[in-house]
Structure formats: structure tokens, C-alpha cells
């Protein structure tokens, strides 16, 4: 089975080709460019380097959030689009899921970070029975100051983008964190997720593929702000 993956959630963007639990080809990019400006160019070198066409594909899969609105819309949108032009299945990822899958089988707790801006992250934490994940707190928006204090540093490791930017911190309270090699979400551990979730059943269809939001955006916080001070 082969899998498209990609990955627009956070200021890098990535695409992977997988196929029967191999990663045949991954392109990871980080530059200034708008996601929509990129993924596409990603896409297709991906595809025309391994001689593929975008109907050989048997399923894609798109990480759905938390992150980024604008980059979790445009990921959405890409895979929805070409899982209707070929008629296949998709599958959506938890990107806290992503970042903590990097570390299946690590034997430790995985608490994942996403940067959320506003000097908060996007948070959630696992641990691992094999390649299975076990969630032990469920996604939810706090400060770095409160996952430390909840989950510590003994047997955990931290990941995700949230460790770069707050990697000071997290050094000074004797944190482990991932590498960077392993600190972002990656396409190609959204594919090796997507396929273990296909096999339980995990693929639908286009339509039911959905942005995973755990707060409101700012354009709708500030929206709200002014209405209330309109009411007053």
C-alpha cells in the first residue's frame, strides 16, 4: 500500500511516500515561503522522482492538529483534493500523536510540545506498549512552566517544536529533549501512524477529514474582544 503523507502544521512543511512500511522517498523544507507556495512543488518532485502517479497512490494522510490554522487548512484541503480526484481513503493524524510517535518504543514517557504562540504550547503526553500509544494526558493548551511540573524529567523525553523554543527552559529543570532530527512533526512519521491507524480501520473518507482546533483563532478572539466592549 502506498501512502502520501504530508505535514503543514508548524513553519516547516514536509511530504513522504511510504510503502508496505518503507519511507521510499521525504522531502522536508523550512523557508519563508507560504505553505500553499511549497507543498504542492513538494508533491510533485516527491511523485516524479519515484516514477509515481498521483492515482498509484492508495491512501493519504494529512496531520489535522493542533497547529498552525492557516497551514493545518491548506494541508487538509491539498489531501482532500487529491483523495477526491482519485477516489481513495485519508487519514487524519493528531499532530501531538506525530511528533510523539518519533520515539515508539523509547520506553519513556513522550510529552509533546507544540508551540502555540503567546508563550503557551499545545500539549499532550504518551507512553508506548510497543508501537501502540497509550494517552496519559489528553491534548490541551498550557504553559511550559505546568507540563514540567506535571511530568518532570525522570524517564520522559519532550518533543516537538515547542522544545526549540523553549529548550532554555526546559535545560535548566534537567529536561531531556529530542534532537533536532527527531524535534518536529515529520511526514514520514505521519504515514507510519496513518498506516498502523488504516489497519484499525482508521481511513475515511475526504469530507470526514477535519482541522482539530483546541482554542479559537486569533482573528475570532479578537472578534469577540470587540463585541464585548461594543455590548458595554
Known sequence: MKILAIDTSSFPASAAVAEDGIILAEYVIRNKKKHSQNIMVMVERLLDDLSVDINDIDLFAVTVGPGSFTGLRIGISTVRAFAQAAGKKCVGVN??????????????????????????VFAAAYEFD?????????????????????????????TGDGTIKHSQYLKE????????????????????????????????????????????????????????KTVK
Open 173 to 228: 529543570h534537567g529536561c531531556l529533549c529530542a534532537p533536532c532530527n527527531l524535534s518536529e512533526v515529520r511526514a514520514s512519521s505521519v504515514a507510519a501512524l496513518a498506516a498502523l491507524k488504516a489497519e484499525q480501520g482508521g481511513a475515511e473518507d475526504y469530507g470526514n477529514i477535519i482541522p482539530m482546533y483546541l482554542r479559537k483563532s486569533q482573528a475570532e478572539r479578537e472578534y469577540e474582544n470587540k463585541t464585548k
Open 130 to 158: 510497543g508501537l501502540n500509544m497509550n494517552m496519559i494526558m489528553d491534548p490541551c493548551v498550557a504553559d511550559i512552566e505546568e507540563c514540567v511540573e506535571k511530568y518532570g524529567s525522570e524517564n520522559v523525553i519532550y
Open 95 to 120: 499532530t501531538l500523536e506525530a511528533a510523539a510517535f518519533n520515539f515508539a518504543g523509547c520506553g519513556k514517557t513522550v510529552v509533546s510540545i507544540l508551540d502555540a504562540l503567546r508563550n503557551e
